[in-house]
């Protein structure tokens, strides 16, 4: 019989506790799970039933809301706030921190999550996934939340991980001990041990980016793709182009096979002078399990953990992958930086 480890006993059996906890770390992830189970079951079924299309709302990113993005948001919303843990949740699709309603128990965790990124990629069966971010309020708790609390700088993540809805479904975090990956078994309905301890490899073969908006990139940018694409590169031939338009699907990728994935800074557009992303839902989330699966994660210029937010949807460069890859685009931005 091999062996099965459910993601719960893995997180009691093989993950050190939070310093402190007190079983609440492992009751919040267990709504993330049953979130991510329900999710699960709307996302297989989104070309059967009339939840695609769109909602007619338009979110704080001006973008529109599909409905499988409402559902997914507005279950995970439900359900963390249940778990009985939390001070304050926060979500791409809401413009403000959520706060947990009076008439529920709280506790000391808050957690930022993406409900359900690459949504433009549900009409056409294209993976998508979600995003979490957990980090512990370092306010009073006896006193009032904090926004301090919320922004919190990503190297004080206590967990983070993402939900992909590909060809199955897979759970993949970490909690500070490395980065595990879980399959979940629809006959059973339990995300599975499939993936344990998993390391980026530290060169790549592959880079990842829109290259459609090369004209509005930044020199650093334009440099780094020169080398990535020249057979002078760590490789001595060009790397391989692979870009899926949803941010899940395309660190998956790279985690597991190696490469760099870039959305750099957008020169034309006022709304994206630093991209697209956003720091504490997307870029601090993936940062966190790259380095802990031996990566990096930079702006350019600075390691992506270090960075202090300004505000909830603050948006960041971000290059993130390999660690050899990942260290040649931040040395040409330097030198960018000094002038040369
Ligand atoms: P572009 C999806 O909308 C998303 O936020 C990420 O999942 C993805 O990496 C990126 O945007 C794609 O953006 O501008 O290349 O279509």
Redesign the pocket.
Same mark, same amino acid.
């Given at each position: 019989m091999p062996q099965q480890v459910t993601v719960t006993e893995h997180i009691l059996l093989h993950q050190k506790l939070i310093p402190g906890a007190t079983g609440q770390f492992t009751r919040l992830f267990n709504e993330l799970v049953l979130s991510a189970k329900i999710i699960t079951r709307a996302v297989s079924k989104a070309g059967l039933v009339d939840i695609l299309g769109f909602t007619g709302d338009v979110n704080v990113q001006g973008?529109e809301v599909k409905k499988l993005d409402d559902y997914a948001n507005r279950i995970l919303i439900h359900r963390l706030a249940r778990s009985g843990v939390l001070c304050a949740m926060a979500s791409e699709e809401n413009a403000d921190i959520i706060e947990v309603p009076d008439s529920l128990p709280r506790g000391e965790y808050i957690i930022i999550f993406?409900p359900l990124?690459?949504?433009?990629?549900i009409d056409v069966n294209v993976s998508?996934?979600t995003i979490f971010s957990i980090f512990k309020r370092k306010s009073e708790p006896q006193g009032p939340l904090m926004s301090s609390d919320v922004l919190q700088k990503g190297s004080e993540q206590v967990a983070a991980g993402y939900i992909l809805y590909g060809s199955s479904t897979m759970l993949v975090f970490s909690s500070g001990e490395g980065v595990h990956g879980f399959t979940l078994d629809p006959s059973v309905g339990e995300f599975l041990l499939s993936h344990p301890n998993i390391r980026i490899p530290e060169q790549g073969k592959v880079y990842? $980016?829109?290259e459609? &908006?090369e004209r509005y990139w930044d020199r650093g940018t334009k440099k780094a793709l020169d080398y990535f694409k020249s057979p002078k590169n760590a490789l001595h031939k060009p790397y391989s182009g692979r &870009?899926?338009?949803?941010? $899940?699907?395309?660190i998956h990728r790279n985690l597991l096979y190696g490469g760099i994935?870039m &959305?750099p800074a957008d020169l034309r557009d006022p709304k994206k002078p630093s991209g697209?992303?956003?720091l504490t839902c997307?870029c601090n989330p993936m940062a966190f399990i790259v380095e802990q699966a031996g990566g990096m994660a930079t702006d350019g210029l600075n390691r992506i953990l270090d960075i202090e937010p300004d505000h909830l949807h603050q948006r960041v460069p971000f290059f993130c992958g390999s660690l050899n890859d990942v260290k040649v685009v931040q040395d040409i931005f330097r030198a960018e930086s000094r002038g040369k």
């Open positions: 973008e993406d990124d690459g949504s433009s990629n998508i996934g990842s $980016v829109n459609g &908006y &870009y899926i338009g949803s941010l $899940v699907a395309d994935f &959305y697209k992303l956003r997307e």
